[in-house]
């Protein structure tokens, strides 16, 4: 149950509109439980009148709410005809309940409405601190999880600020006026009335320690659930070409079934609810009529027939209440289990933060590794190892080496997606730490080695992360990226949705798209991991020969399998298991016949075999 206190900020927000709720609350409430009142009113005025054997006059409706005794003085001045008093307090009956329906409605219109606004606020809490969290976490966390968190779990949650908080309010408003009356009208019968309740508590607390653990498990199953089939969707095309559609279906039956078990034995659980409560408040239905009955046979304890009726109607009014005990303690722990694995999330900190002096320079361009090394926690793999170099302003470098060498590392590390795990990394002699992450992001063009496209427009995917939404500049984009030709191919030009992670596409196109989304934002540094490798020699080609005047004045880092032959580098940085083993200019690695010169060697040589 601690887990939800820290909903309290939000409760705190919306005090206005919980506190109008509980105050509908009780109005609703009292104007029900006057309805017994005037019932009880109505049967002795009938008795009276009637002159009926065993009638017994009442203490002037002792324990009668004021505003019914000023009613029954009110009637009285029409009055004593029992058709005239049964038709009135009739209409009175009638109106009581129409009353009680506009603060019922009054009622959902602020805490429900209320609840939806926690929900609002939850789930942009959860997304904005998703947004936060660096790429370490990313690399331990399950999809499906996440996404779980912010949709299943938020909406138990909410099932707690709303609907969890109303049947409460209702329920300690309408035990509280009950039993108010009722020990006003009769302390005796009411106490005997009382008897069941301590055992209906001990049979909650019971059963609300099995529905929190067994939600807990629900939840855990449910993630997996959820990560099993959005990994299935988002690698489909993998799935049908290793024909393996049988075994995952398989695989997700036995997920969605532990599921299921998990399921039906929570509705096992909670179904002890309903027939426990029912049979104590039969019982205390029994009591009221069998005490009740004894006593006014007997003509003591100032038991009317009034009294009974009295009686069995507030009991009455607690059946729906009571009974929501099960429903509501079950939300409540389900939204405590949800609420639970939300805050662990919450309480997640990003490793990659702004340092409190954290400014934002404008940046030329100058890079410096100072002896840097990089440890990946998760798999404790040691990617980089006492790296140093310096590229000045302006600079073209590419950074070559075998697969594993650290070269996408490097790259991650200058756009502070990790940090270093010694060492130090300098834009423009500045410490990374120094310069706050959005402005060191926003003026560094990017195109990672695995591209990604939203399932959005063209033209959107290209303008993603720039202010600009002219079509002549982000034509101008895709042109020096070579795809603005294919893009007019395309059924709705610029418009065309490409689907989700651009499937529409093919790989090369995903590639020149994602390069002209980096060149669209016209940063200082460009950093290309990779991103040609899905396209033909031809197009390469193009491609390097408009980037040879596009980066004159821009710091430029390729990390390339190949040697680009029309695209001058000031610089070729070779990497080999996390160390730098050769740097200098091309010609001068060609000269020293090294790693570089010997792939140099390898590309000619293909080249001159095709």
Not at 176 to 205: D, H, K
Not at 387 to 393: E, K, N, Q
Not at 492 to 510: H, I, Y
Request: hydrophobic share 45%; with cysteine; aromatic share 10%.
């Amino acid at each position: 149950m601690r887990e939800l206190f820290s909903l309290a900020p939000f409760f705190w927000k919306y005090r206005l509109r919980l506190a109008a709720g509980f105050g509908f609350v009780i109005l609703s409430n009292y104007f029900n439980v006057l309805s017994p009142q005037v019932t009880g009113f109505v049967i002795d005025h009938v008795q009276r009148s009637l002159s009926l054997q065993g009638y017994q006059s009442p203490v002037i409706y002792a324990g009668y709410d004021r505003s019914v005794k000023l009613f029954i003085e009110w009637i009285r001045q029409w009055g004593s005809g029992v058709s005239t008093v049964v038709a009135l307090c009739g209409a009175v009956i009638l109106l009581l309940a129409l009353l009680r329906g506009v603060f019922l409605f009054m009622m959902r219109q602020t805490l429900i409405v209320m609840s939806r606004y926690i929900e609002y606020e939850q789930k942009n809490q959860i997304f904005s601190h998703y947004q936060l969290l660096d790429t370490a976490f990313y690399r331990e966390q399950r999809t499906g999880d996440l996404m779980n968190r912010i949709t299943e779990d938020v909406s138990r949650v909410r099932m707690f600020t709303g609907p969890a908080v109303m049947y409460m309010a209702n329920l300690v408003s309408v035990i509280s006026l009950s039993l108010y009356f009722m020990f006003r009208r009769n302390v005796e019968l009411t106490i005997y009335v009382l008897l069941p309740l301590p055992i209906l508590a001990i049979a909650i607390y019971y059963i609300n320690n099995l529905i929190h653990r067994r939600s807990e498990r629900i939840q855990e199953t449910l993630s997996d659930l959820t990560t099993h089939a959005q990994e299935t969707y988002s690698g489909i095309r993998v799935v049908k070409a290793f024909a393996q559609e049988q075994a995952l279906s398989g695989f997700f039956r036995q997920i969605a079934g532990r599921y299921k078990r998990e399921v039906l034995g929570l509705v096992k659980v909670e179904s002890l609810y309903f027939p426990s409560i029912s049979l104590l408040i039969g019982l205390s239905t029994l009591l009221t009529i069998m005490i009740g009955g004894l006593y006014y046979i007997e003509g003591s304890h100032s038991i009317t027939l009034s009294t009974i009726v009295e009686f069995v109607m507030y009991i009455n009014m607690l059946t729906f209440p009571v009974s929501a005990i099960g429903l509501t303690a079950s939300m409540v722990q389900r939204a405590a289990a949800s609420q639970q694995r939300i805050n662990e999330f919450l309480l997640a900190q990003p490793a990659v933060t702004d340092a409190t002096d954290a400014g934002s320079p404008s940046i030329k361009g100058g890079i410096t590794f100072d002896r840097v090394s990089f440890t990946y926690a998760d798999t404790g793999i040691k990617a980089l190892l006492d790296i140093s170099f310096t590229i000045s302003p302006g600079e073209k470098v590419a950074i070559v080496g075998r697969t594993g060498s650290g070269k996408s590392t490097l790259v991650q590390l200058l756009l502070r997606q990790f940090d270093a795990s010694s060492g130090c990394v300098l834009v423009d002699d500045i410490p990374l730490e120094q310069i706050s992450l959005r402005s060191l992001r926003s003026q560094i063009g990017y195109v990672p080695q695995d591209v990604f496209l939203f399932s959005d427009t063209v033209r959107a995917n290209i303008a993603f992360g720039s202010d600009i939404i002219d079509l002549e500049k982000i034509t101008t984009a895709a042109r020096l990226s070579c795809i603005e030709d294919e893009i007019h191919q395309l059924s709705s030009g610029f418009d065309t949705m490409v689907g989700e992670r651009g499937v529409m596409l093919s790989g090369g196109q995903k590639q020149r798209i994602t390069l002209a989304r980096a060149l669209l934002r016209n940063p200082s540094i460009l950093l290309l991991d990779d991103c040609l490798s899905a396209v033909d020699a031809r197009t390469e080609q193009q491609i390097t020969e408009g980037l040879q005047n596009y980066l004159k004045n821009k710091t430029a880092i390729i990390v390339t399998h190949r040697i680009f032959s029309l695209l001058e580098f000031d610089k070729v940085l070779v990497l080999e298991e996390g160390r730098l083993v050769e740097s200098g200019a091309p010609a001068a690695l060609l000269e020293a016949g090294g790693y570089y010169a010997n792939m140099y060697k390898r590309q000619q040589q293909e080249q001159a075999g095709m």
